[in-house]
T-cell receptor, first 117, second 115 residues
Framework: GAVVSQHPSRVICKSGTSVKIECRSL??????MFWYRQFPKQSLMLMAT?????????EQGVEKDKFLINHASLTLSTLTVTSAHPEDSSFYIC?????????????FGSGTRLTVV | AQKITQTQPGMFVQEKEAVTLDCTYDTSDPSYGLFWYKQPSSGEMIFLIYQGSYDQQNATEGRYSLNFQKARKSANLVISASQLGDSAMYFCAMREGETGSRLTFGEGTQLTVNP
């Protein structure tokens, strides 16, 4: 079945630094990538949607200059948290849809637990 | 207004018994899809079952079945013969419109299966 590889699974960074999270679709072309953030014991909140080769569409309240999304190829999308602060500590997870997937196919990465110290 | 509502923050069930996790939704789009995902403590999202708005029959996948009541806008997940490994967070989600649209998630239900 469709697989999305997300790395790193865990990252600890210092306040003020940037962190890049990668999601790669291994066996299909990810035409659309969704990026979610999840705080402990809460639901998944959509941060942005990106289509390959286009600028990402950000949800209201999400700072596009802080959360940089790149979807330059059909197999790779990245989320960069710039100038990270402790309040950015969260679980980030991507979800991809691609051409040829069954109509209900949303393939999730395994998530990245970010801790900013 | 909440598009997806899960009213049970936590549920407990005895091993081998069945359990129903509630989900109601709100949409004016005639075409939509309803999903259930399981999220264990590791964080991965495991797809369980899908129901399309035009599907005539309730979806089933092994021990999972979806009790789809369109008029009541509910899509409850039924897990039969609960196992200890079923202990996890369960999310109901909805896709409005045609394929490719975003998913909106409910708040989740933490299920604990007791031995």
């Amino acid at each position: 079945g469709a697989v999305v590889s997300q790395h790193p699974s865990r990252v600890i960074c210092k306040s003020g630094t940037s962190v890049k999270i990668e999601c790669r679709s291994l066996d299909f072309q990810a035409t659309t990538m969704f990026w979610y953030r999840q705080f402990p014991k809460q639901s998944l909140m959509l941060m942005a949607t990106s289509n390959e080769g286009s600028k990402a569409t950000y949800e209201q309240g999400v700072e596009k200059d802080k959360f940089l999304i790149n979807h330059a190829s059909l197999t790779l999308s990245t989320l960069t948290v710039t100038s990270a602060h402790p309040e950015d500590s969260s679980f980030y997870i991507c979800s991809a849809r691609g051409s040829g997937q069954q109509f209900y196919g949303y393939t999730f990465g395994s998530g990245t637990r970010l801790t900013v110290v | 207004a909440q598009k997806i509502t899960q009213t049970q923050p936590g549920m407990f069930v005895q091993e081998k018994e069945a359990v129903t996790l509630d989900c109601t939704y709100d949409t004016s789009d005639p075409s939509y899809g309803l999903f259930w995902y399981k999220q264990p403590s590791s964080g991965e999202m495991i797809f369980l079952i899908y129901q399309g708005s035009y599907d005539q029959q309730n979806a089933t996948e092994g021990r999972y079945s979806l009790n789809f009541q369109k008029a009541r806008k509910s899509a409850n997940l039924v897990i039969s013969a609960s196992q200890l490994g079923d202990s996890a967070m369960y999310f109901c989600a909805m896709r409005e419109g045609e394929t490719g649209s975003r998913l909106t998630f409910g708040e989740g239900t933490q299920l604990t299966v007791n031995p």
